[in-house]
């Protein structure tokens, strides 16, 4: 019986791996079994116009006026040529079939790395009691108003927390909130709110040793995504208080700040101190992204992450765990919160053609993605404007970014919907292996049966 499984197992792996190497290839010959001379032209010239188009969103960023109206004109022209271009040599259809093998290969080929045996990173769950005197600081306004509208308040205070309602109308110390709640006796801290007033009280719980609660309340809600919490209702986070299980998960700083997402310095750091960006994120950014983008203000950064030096971005961002950069449908997950590294992205852009590298290399120079345990940010200028899980704050430069590995005790539902499996990693190089390789193992049976 066991036998017959691993040839089952095999048979599957070897299948799956050609058929990714089979629907590549066939995407990549398509248009020039199809189209002849013509295909290669019209290959060449989508190529073409995916750097235009590349280049021409660069400007629309970094220009302003005229010159933007006309960058924008032609980033919406260049794919609409394209499409004329094919649609007029009647091979509109191999654009859409190469499209679809291309989706198959990837398909197949993630479907026959994942049956290698490679497992996804799963976190240890702690069970401990439930906690006696939970606090909760409860932002009314936080995602556009779910405290209210899921009755977070008294929901939590029927479970037995103590519950503060934050008021909108000025502003508050959440920090010196949790440490007066600890000196009071409480056992468990807890935040509906966003990522930044998460962090400030997670500090606080991290300090003490003390559990601590993300109840899903706010707009983006990353952090709660990266736990497996349900966003879509944050009352199920409440559950935690009753039947729970606790997670060691990491904690970064910016200095002494900390964070539970990311720091970023550069272009997004400078943006979000834009007085009317919360309102506008859009117009704020179009605003101030030329002089940035073009370097005519904001100080030149310079990174030093675990002894590789990153000279002169336009943007640094730090993570507490690195974020996945393989996967566009998960761009912007973490696969762990518990590793005890610290992501670090960088990008350096000065002219259109490495925007369109940028877009269209599978390796561009102008991004630097590594992990490090310890990233510093120098300028040249005394303070960096940094924005920290999306909060505006300066720091005198340099910043010092650090991880506090499994620092932070997360109380979670114990029956939640937990974080979606991460497709492995598409290794071409790996999946011409493990066809030959199967190929080989089954070429000896066949030559004993003759």
């Known amino acids: 019986m066991g036998s017959a499984m691993s040839e089952w197992y095999h048979r599957r792996q070897r299948w799956a791996a050609r058929g990714a190497l089979a629907a590549a290839a066939s995407a990549a010959l398509l248009p020039l079994v199809a189209g002849g001379l013509a295909g290669l032209l019209l290959l060449v010239a989508g190529l073409a116009g995916l750097a235009l188009t590349a280049a021409a969103l660069w400007w629309v960023l970094s220009r302003r006026g005229p010159v933007r109206m006309a960058a924008a004109a032609l980033a919406v022209a260049a794919p609409v040529c394209l499409i004329t271009l094919f649609a007029t040599a009647n091979l509109l259809w191999v654009v859409f079939l190469s499209l679809l093998l291309w989706c198959a290969a990837v398909w197949s080929g993630r479907y026959a790395l994942r049956s290698t045996g490679l497992r996804p990173v799963r976190v240890k769950e702690y069970r401990t009691p439930p906690p006696q005197r939970p606090f909760l600081l409860l932002n009314p306004r936080s995602g556009g108003g779910k405290v209210e509208k899921f009755a977070l308040k008294e929901k939590a205070e029927a479970l037995g927390a103590r519950v503060v309602l934050l008021d909108p109308e000025q502003r508050q110390d959440v920090t010196a909130l949790a440490r007066d709640a600890v000196a009071d006796g409480a056992d468990l801290l807890g935040v509906a709110g966003g990522d930044g007033t998460q962090a400030l009280v997670a500090a606080v719980a991290a300090e003490h040793g003390l559990p601590f609660l993300v109840i899903a309340a706010g707009t983006r809600n990353h952090f709660a995504m990266d736990l497996g919490l349900d966003r879509d209702d944050p ?37 979000v101190q834009s007085p009317g960006y919360r309102e506008d994120k859009v117009g704020a950014a179009l605003e101030r992204l030329p002089e940035l983008l073009t370097r005519q203000r904001g100080p030149r950064l310079t990174a030093s992450a675990d002894g590789t030096t990153i000279a002169d971005p336009q943007a640094v961002l730090v993570s ?131």
């Open 235 to 271: 009352s199920r986070c409440l559950d935690a208080l009753t039947d729970g299980v606790e997670l060691r998960v990491d904690l970064g700083f910016a200095d002494d700040r900390p964070f539970v997402n990311n720091a970023s310095f550069g272009v997004y750091g400078a943006v």
């Open 320 to 450: 507490n765990n690195p974020y996945r950069m393989d996967d566009p449908f998960g761009f912007g997950r973490r696969e762990r919160l518990n590793s005890g590294r610290l992501g670090v992205l960088a990008v350096r852009v000065d002219s259109a053609v490495e925007a369109a590298e940028l877009l269209l290399s599978p390796r561009p120079e102008g991004l630097t993605v590594l992990t490090a345990q310890h990233v510093v940010v120098h300028a040249d200028a005394p303070h960096l404007e940094v924005g920290l899980d999306g909060e505006a704050l300066t720091l005198p430069a340099p910043v010092h970014c650090r991880i506090a590995r499994r620092a932070l005790r997360v109380r979670v539902p114990r029956d939640r919907p937990g974080v979606p499996e991460a497709p492995p990693r598409l290794d071409w190089r790996r999946l011409r292996k493990l066809a030959a390789a199967v190929s080989r193992t089954a070429a000896p049976s066949r030559s004993w049966r003759s």
